[in-house]
């Protein structure tokens, strides 16, 4: 079997669990390369724990993971070194400056031509008036910048995202969306959590819908809809258990109360 | 094949198996990183991890203060060089009955390492730092301690290099400094016709030996809670740990000076004897962060409504902003859990006196300990309480609220007496019982609880919340050192009339004579009585202080963030 038959991630009954609170029930997955692979789902719904389990950022309660042929569980270190991660909510570190902060990433991970590297990425993320500035005196859009930095600085082909454009001007928003367009289109592999359905539309190619740490559905964009009337909205809603009308009828008595 | 797979299962029905063969995933072609390891690691986030420290100081203190901190500690440390001559008993030539009246070398060297060795106790437990910086990762500040859940570090390396970069921040900033004004109080002898006793030859060891006391702290303080945060069977050795040292202690079972590494190596002057509780602490380190594993899950807990019936209990605070925000500080730490750690912490110095009460017989040295002497000091271990309270959760989220800082820093300092009145309440009560000074409760306890409530006021008003930057403030610390030396000091020496030494009454008559010889030849009971009135006096006028400053907090804090 080819390198090119084999997926890159590959989880078997991967389940987590809290007390008796289920983050994510068992769950199987793979995804192989070239893929532009989105998970959506409601607040709460299990994504960031999706993708974290994948990443090796928690252990799993159960079952198997590996990804790039390293065992997730066993090996979280090199995996980490070797795949991009944009966490829904983290800033870099809130003391080091974003140049400080990407030479730290960079020698990390035993990056070759560090110091290019970082300037290429400040540069494209135009940081360089920031380039000195504490992290915590950025503003969150910034700090999101030097994530999408950090994530991108060792160039790995497989990429995991998590609302990776929170708090993005347009035009940043714009330029990110084109880079992982290409990034996939040059062989890399994406693999983004949201509840931002555009996004879904704009980039993927295929899609799961999650609720309650449970895939409801997955597919391709379009076969996911029942119909060529059906917006991803329609669908998503009408999988995560609330009927169209529910909410058209919550929205009309949210509007007659305004009246 | 090409494409996505995925599928989902209800619990219930996977029967769960450990496979360990491989999954036989690849990773299409690109070449796979080996991310650095051992030294090259320990270097890499050592030098990020050094500067953060430095700012997150720099931070609140101005870079001109934070180097005016060091300052003011070698002066400090030069006029207490200078006094030196008064407490030594071979520099005291001209009395009579040295040995009996003064303190030894090996009982200053004592009372060095063993206050050092509750700061550095006080500040090891990295093990539970590195957990709340990964549980706050996604707050509004982030630190490289956490950095492990992101990046290929293991969470070892990363707290092993904490442990060394705080080893080397307090040697640079506390300890170094703390030489140099030795250096510069024996270089004053000349010019003032000051005659100290310790020599330039022994400023070398000194600092080694400090230097040794430190490492032992910490590390003894992060082997602890790292064991803690390893979980069962782990979690007990460290309390059992602690217990069998505290009844080798207590029954003399085991010699205190043994203990402090750093003393032995001062008495002995030992090179190999240095180099080995040295590298002893350096490889105990790696040790307890080898205890920590890459665990970064923060777990998801349901719990019923604490806060209401917590607000319903503080009734007796009165309805109000701070009634509710004590409250929701006692949830705080119940829910985290730092009740039990903060408690254990707080009175952990306070065994510490009762030990000296039960332990240290001052009886032949020329300061006439008694129940009141304790007091004051029982009062004072405050501070670290309120920093630790000031550090429980993020007050950012108030920015949005009708609430004002002064709220929050005053509802802090009412969590921190509700909290710790009953533990020092408990002590004082086993002092009395251990120093048979009984008569001298009721007032032990007023001076206690006053200089309690003094120290924290103090410490909020000054500090607010964040007093572990602000006491690297060199301006903090100097109206922080005298807003506390000052009524301490007459505290301590207004309880000498109430001892069994009736020294005191006729002290600078006597000494000017007799120097620390000197005895009491008047034994007045009024001289008694006005000591009383005096301590009373002190503590009422500690609690108005505290009331003052109380009232002053709106006006230091009144237009600051919630920024902790």
């Known amino acids: ?259 | 094949m090409s494409g996505v797979i995925i599928s989902s299962k209800d619990w219930d029905e996977v029967e769960f198996t450990t496979n360990p063969t491989s999954l036989g995933t690849g990773s299409s072609g690109q070449k796979l990183h080996t991310p650095i390891r051992g030294w090259a690691s320990f270097i890499a986030t050592f030098k990020v991890m050094f500067k953060e420290e430095f700012r997150k100081n720099l931070e609140f203190a101005k870079a001109r203060q934070i180097i005016l901190f060091p300052l003011l500690l070698s002066l400090i440390t030069m006029i207490s060089t200078i006094g030196l001559q008064f407490l030594v008993g071979d520099s005291a030539a001209h009395v009579k009955d040295i040995e009996s009246k003064t303190f030894t070398w090996q009982e200053l060297r004592f009372a060095l390492h063993l206050p050092l060795l509750m700061f550095s106790l006080g500040m090891g437990t990295f093990a539970f730092m590195g957990r709340d910086a990964l549980i706050r990762r996604t707050g509004t500040k982030n630190f490289l301690l956490a950095s492990p859940a992101l990046q290929p570090l293991p969470n070892s390396v990363a707290h092993f290099v904490y442990f060394v970069k705080d080893l080397c921040f307090y040697v640079l900033l506390i300890l170094s400094p703390i030489i140099v004004g030795m250096f510069f109080g024996i270089g004053l002898e000349p010019l003032a016709s000051i005659n100290t006793p310790l020599e330039v030859s022994s400023l070398p060891w000194t600092w080694i030996a400090m230097v040794i006391t430190l490492a032992q702290g910490l590390v003894f303080s992060f082997l602890v809670s790292a064991l803690w945060m390893r979980g069962r069977p782990y979690t007990v050795i460290g309390p059992i740990l602690i217990v069998i040292f505290g009844i080798s202690v207590g029954t003399r079972a085991l010699d205190l000076n043994w203990f402090l590494l750093g003393l032995q190596v001062q008495s002995s002057q030992n090179v190999l004897m240095a180099i080995f509780y040295f590298l002893l602490c350096i490889i105990l380190g790696y040790l307890s962060s080898r205890l920590i594993i890459d665990d970064f899950d923060v777990s998801v807990v349901e719990k019923g409504d604490m806060l209401k019936p917590m607000y319903d209990r503080l009734n007796f605070l009165g309805k109000g902003e701070v009634q509710l925000i004590v409250a929701k500080e006692f949830v705080d730490l119940f829910r985290s859990g730092s009740i039990k750690k903060m408690t254990v912490s707080y009175a952990i110095p306070l065994l510490v006196l009762l030990g000296m009460a039960w332990i240290v017989d001052f009886a032949d040295a020329p300061i006439p300990i008694n129940l009141l002497s304790y007091a004051p000091f029982l009062g004072f271990f405050g501070f670290n309480f309120y920093s630790w309270l000031t550090i429980l959760d993020s007050s950012e989220f108030m920015n949005g609220l009708p609430i004002r800082v002064p709220q929050l820093i005053r509802a802090k300092v009412v969590v921190y007496f509700l909290a710790t009145s009953w533990i020092s309440l408990i002590f004082i009560v086993l002092m009395a019982w251990r120093l048979d000074e009984w008569a001298s409760l009721p007032t032990s306890i007023i001076v206690m609880f006053a200089n309690s409530i003094y120290i924290v006021a103090l410490t909020a008003y000054l500090m607010g919340l964040r007093p572990n930057q602000a006491i690297f403030d060199a301006s903090i610390m100097i109206w922080f050192w005298l807003g506390t030396v000052l009524p301490l000091l007459g505290l301590f020496l207004l309880s000498f009339t109430q001892g069994d030494v009736s020294l005191y009454g006729n002290w600078w008559e006597r000494t000017s004579q007799d120097g620390l010889s000197a005895t009491a030849s008047i034994y007045d009971e009024s001289l008694v009585q006005q000591g009383y009135m005096g301590m009373l006096m002190i503590s009422v006028g500690l609690l108005l202080a505290s009331l003052l400053l109380w009232k002053l907090m709106d006006r230091r804090w009144g237009d600051a963030h919630f920024d902790n």
């Open chain 1, 1 to 259: 079997m080819g390198e090119a038959e084999v997926p890159l991630v590959k989880a078997i009954d991967m389940a987590k669990k809290y007390g008796d609170f289920i983050a994510l029930h068992p769950l199987n997955i793979e995804v192989y390369s070239g893929e532009f692979f989105g998970v959506f789902g409601p607040n709460g719904a299990g994504k960031s724990t999706f993708i974290k389990l994948l990443t090796g950022q928690l252990r799993p309660s159960k079952g198997m993971i590996e990804v790039l042929g390293i065992n997730a569980i066993d090996n979280p270190q090199k995996l980490k070194a070797n795949i991009g991660i944009v966490p829904e909510s983290e800033s870099p570190p809130s003391f080091l400056t974003p140049v400080e902060f990407l030479e730290f990433v960079a020698t990390l991970r035993n990056v070759e031509n560090s110091t290019k590297e970082v300037e290429y990425w400040l540069d494209w993320f135009g940081l360089e008036e920031k380039r000195n500035t504490m992290c915590k005196d950025l503003s969150k859009g910034q700090r999101q910048k030097v994530m999408l930095a950090a994530a991108f600085i060792h160039r790995p082909k497989l990429l995991f995202l998590d609302e990776p454009f929170a708090n993005l001007d347009p035009i940043y928003q714009r330029k990110c969306r084109q880079w992982l367009l290409d990034h996939v289109s040059n062989g890399g592999t994406i693999f983004l959590c949201s509840h931002v359905l555009e996004m879904a539309e704009r980039m993927c190619n295929r899609m799961a819908i999650i609720n309650d740490g449970k895939v409801l559905a997955a597919g391709s964009v379009k076969g996911l809809k029942l119909s060529s009337q059906e917006t991803l909205e329609d669908v998503f809603i009408r999988l995560v258990g609330r009927s169209i009308e529910d909410v058209e009828r919550l929205s009309d008595e949210g509007i007659s109360e305004e009246e």
